[in-house]
Every structure is written in structure tokens, then in C-alpha cells.
């Protein structure tokens, strides 16, 4: 089975500064690993994934992440965020066989201050 | 690009009636899910479906619920019994072939039990 993990519920941060969202997961077996971002009052969106390969990925909106096995994490990073950037930030995890079902952390809402 | 819709975007019903929540998955994928997501909490897996029956479900997914791939495109959630505590976001989501393709989610329908 696998679980996800968001340490912070909420972040604030000013505009143009950057932004690390946490996110670590446990699991038996190998996995792949997920962003979803939700804005208010719409379904979630999928901002990158891990698969396998180059541990660094990016993915929409100048968001990246990087895949660390040795620590079990899987951090969102953006060098410099703006106002739409806020929203709720879930980070997901899916084990490796085709009935595995996706399974989402508790989310982190990000918000950014002028 | 081919999305995920859901019908109705939002829902109110009695405490005790039935209610069915209705989807339509993208047209080439074949692994069907809904997750439910209360107001202000995580988003919870409920059930996941492939091959006309249903693969995995959450402890959440009691008697109560039911689902069903009517025709080639529907894919509907449906509640018998409707209690309070049902009164939750519903997302749908599809995705492809592949162990690591992300699922696609529908914009949710909001159910209200009163």
C-alpha cells in the first residue's frame, strides 16, 4: 500500500518569491508520483509527473519537482510565484501495477501575498 | 484536448433519496474512478472500474453506493440512500493505457444533503 504525506496545510508567500511545497510518500514497491493543482471551485489539474528517469521534472505554470528515493520525497518548487498561482496544491502517489488506484496527499493551500 | 465531463455541476437532494452522479470518461480511456472530496478536506479515492466491473473500492463505498458503465461513453456514481455526511465534492476521473498515465478529472458535481 502507499501513503502521501503534505506536512504543510498552508503556505504563505509574497508574490515573486519562491515557493517549496513538501510532499514525501511511503511504499513496498516502486511508484509513480504525481502534482495536482485545484483552483477554487474547479476539478484538479495535473501539473507534472514522475514516471521514471531524470529526477527533476517540470511541468506547467514553471513549476518543477525533484524525485528524491534515498528521502522518500517528492517537493514542488517554483523560483518565483504570482497571484494566480494560489490554489490548493495535492501531491499524488500510484504504485506500479495497472489496478494500482492513485492515492492523494492532504493537500497544501498556497497563498501569495501582494 | 478531450476532457472529462460531469453532470450536473451541482446537486441538492433529501436526506434518504437517491441520487446518481453522471459522467462521461474521455473516449479512449479504459480505467474509470471517483473520488469524493468534502468540503475543505482531502480528495478520497471511493472506487475505481475497468473492464465493466469494478476493481477496487474504498471503505467509504459501502452498499449505498453503485456504479455502472451504461453504454459505451457513461459512467455513473449512484448513492440509494443519500445521509448528510454524503454531502461532498464528486470528481470523476479516466485515464489511459500505461502504469504511470495520469488520471483526468471531470470539474465535479457538488451534492448537498439537506
Known amino acids: 500500500a502507499q501513503s502521501v504525506t503534505q506536512l504543510d496545510s498552508q503556505v504563505p508567500v509574497f508574490e515573486e518569491a519562491p515557493v517549496e511545497l513538501r510532499c514525501n510518500y511511503s511504499s513496498s514497491v516502486s511508484v509513480y508520483l504525481f502534482w495536482y493543482v485545484q483552483y477554487p471551485n474547479q476539478g484538479l489539474q495535473l501539473l507534472l509527473k514522475?514516471?521514471?528517469?531524470?529526477?527533476l521534472v517540470k511541468g506547467i505554470n514553471g513549476f518543477e519537482a525533484e524525485f528524491n528515493k534515498s528521502q522518500t520525497s517528492f517537493h514542488l518548487r517554483k523560483p518565483s510565484v504570482h497571484i494566480s498561482d494560489t490554489a490548493e496544491y495535492f501531491c499524488a502517489v500510484k504504485g506500479d501495477s495497472s489496478a494500482s488506484k492513485i492515492i492523494f496527499g492532504s493537500g497544501t493551500r498556497l497563498s501569495i501575498r501582494p | 484536448e478531450p476532457e472529462v465531463t460531469q453532470t450536473p455541476s451541482h446537486q441538492v437532494t433529501q436526506m434518504g433519496q437517491e441520487v446518481i452522479l453522471r459522467c462521461v470518461p474521455i473516449?479512449?480511456?479504459?480505467?474509470f474512478y471517483w473520488y469524493r472530496q468534502i468540503l475543505g478536506q482531502k480528495v478520497e479515492f471511493l472506487v475505481s472500474f475497468y473492464n465493466n466491473e469494478i476493481s477496487e473500492k474504498s471503505e467509504i463505498f459501502d452498499d449505498q453506493f453503485s456504479v455502472e458503465r451504461p453504454d459505451g461513453s457513461n459512467f455513473t456514481l449512484k448513492i440509494r440512500s443519500t445521509k448528510l455526511e454524503d454531502s461532498a465534492m464528486y470528481f470523476c476521473?479516466?485515464?489511459?493505457?500505461?502504469?504511470?498515465?495520469?488520471?483526468?478529472f471531470g470539474n465535479g458535481t457538488r451534492l448537498t444533503v439537506t
Open positions: 476521473a479516466s485515464r489511459g493505457e500505461g502504469l504511470g498515465s495520469p488520471l483526468h
Open positions: 514522475y514516471l521514471s528517469g531524470s529526477t
Open positions: 473516449s479512449n480511456h479504459l480505467y
